[in-house]
């Protein structure tokens, strides 16, 4: 069974940088599996950020960007403001109709 | 702007059954592809189906795979998951998602979400 994998949570300073990843227990992310990213606060639905890897949601700040690095997808967070504190999900397309969800990355800006 | 509405969530007996709506508005509904995602409490987001714009084809996750159907009305704008044979671990907030269309494989727009809960 496929499992796509994001760390569990991650720390920034406000104004500073940070990169989250999606992998693969097995194999490696391309551009062929239109990796996507969503950002979501508790209590709310999720909100798009990025889709096919690289372009970003209609009103998604330009501070957010997606990427492949290595063998992973890539979302980065460049001049982290206090709002961006969410957790953070991406999805792979497996192909055949599916879908699968990272299990999420809960970011804290501090 | 874009509007889809969750409906028919509720508490349901483990077996039982339960089916939701997604009213959807805002856009032309027959052209796009559609999915539910679920979100059990305090857990991530878990892809659950995928529906043709069309109707013509369905895909399950294997966790809901024999149990969940996903239906729509072209006609009513409306997106349905039939929900059967229902488990505690089905419980959690179903969401109801456009596709973003274009091929782009992602969902674009979300509903504020249904809670199911199955309990004695």
């Known amino acids: 069974q496929t499992v796509v994998t994001q760390e569990p949570s991650f720390s920034v300073s406000p104004g500073g940088t940070v990169t989250l990843t999606c992998g693969l227990s097995s194999g490696s992310v391309s551009t062929s599996y239109y990796p996507s990213w969503y950002q979501q606060t508790p209590g709310q639905a999720p909100r798009t950020l990025i889709y096919?890897?690289?372009t970003r949601s209609s009103g998604v700040p330009d501070r957010f960007s997606g990427s492949i690095l290595g063998n992973k997808a890539a979302l980065t967070v460049t001049g982290a403001q206090a709002e961006d504190e969410s957790d953070y999900y991406c999805?792979?397309?497996?192909?055949?109709?599916?879908?699968?969800f990272g299990g999420g990355t809960k970011l804290t800006v501090l | 702007q874009v509007q889809l509405v969750e409906s028919g969530g509720g508490v349901v007996q483990p077996g039982g059954s339960l089916r939701l709506s997604c009213a959807a508005s805002?856009?032309?509904?027959?052209?796009?592809?559609m999915h539910w995602v679920r979100q059990a409490p305090g857990k991530g987001l878990e892809w659950v189906a995928f529906m043709r714009s069309d109707g013509s084809s369905e895909y399950n996750a294997d966790s809901v795979k024999g149990r969940f159907t996903i239906s729509r009305d072209n006609s009513e704008n409306t997106l349905y998951l039939q929900m059967n044979r229902l488990r505690a671990d089905d419980t959690a907030v179903y969401y109801c998602a456009k596709d973003g269309g274009g091929g782009n494989c992602f969902f674009d727009y979300w509903g504020q979400g249904a809670l199911v809960t199955v309990s004695s």
């Open positions: 805002g856009f032309t509904f027959p052209s796009y592809n």
């Open positions: 999805a792979l397309y497996m192909g055949s109709g599916i879908w699968v």
């Open positions: 096919r890897t690289y």
